[in-house]
Nanobody, 127 residues
Framework: QVQLVESGGGLVQTGDSLRLSCAASGRTFSTYDMAWFRQAPGKEREFVAH????????DYADSVKGRFTISRDNVKNTVDLQMNSLKPEDSAVYYC????????????????????WGQGTQVTVSS
């Protein structure tokens, strides 16, 4: 089992950068795929980025590709999301999520794959 705690959210202006971090408890962090999702008011939660267990393979939603970078540190048990060139439409609550290996049959873009979630951190981008 793993517990996730996000940090780093805040209020920024269009074009600014922000770095989110997710700290995971437990000694088996490296056995989990990790992802970031986000949910804006009145909208469904959506996939943002995914990183595999080793940190060598990443995937991004088209809306953030080229602006966001996901990374992980399997020694520090953290997964980060570097967000550059932020836009007002990036405003949302951002969630960190973890998926154990046995759920890898499910799509990495789907919430169903991930059975551990953080509490979320708010990102607001003003225009």
């Amino acid at each position: 089992q793993v517990q996730l705690v996000e940090s780093g959210g805040g209020l920024v202006q269009t074009g600014d950068s922000l770095r989110l971090s997710c700290a995971a408890s437990g000694r088996t962090f490296s056995t989990y795929d990790m992802a970031w999702f986000r949910q804006a008011p009145g909208k469904e939660r959506e996939f943002v980025a995914h990183i595999d267990r080793s940190g060598t393979a990443t995937d991004y939603a088209d809306s953030v590709k080229g602006r966001f970078t996901i990374s992980r540190d399997n020694v520090k048990n953290t997964v980060d999301l570097q967000m550059n060139s932020l836009k007002p439409e990036d405003s949302a609550v951002y969630y960190c999520a973890a998926a154990p290996r046995y759920r890898s049959i499910l799509s990495k873009l789907s919430e169903l794959r991930y059975n551990y979630w953080g509490q979320g951190t708010q990102v607001t981008v003003s225009s």
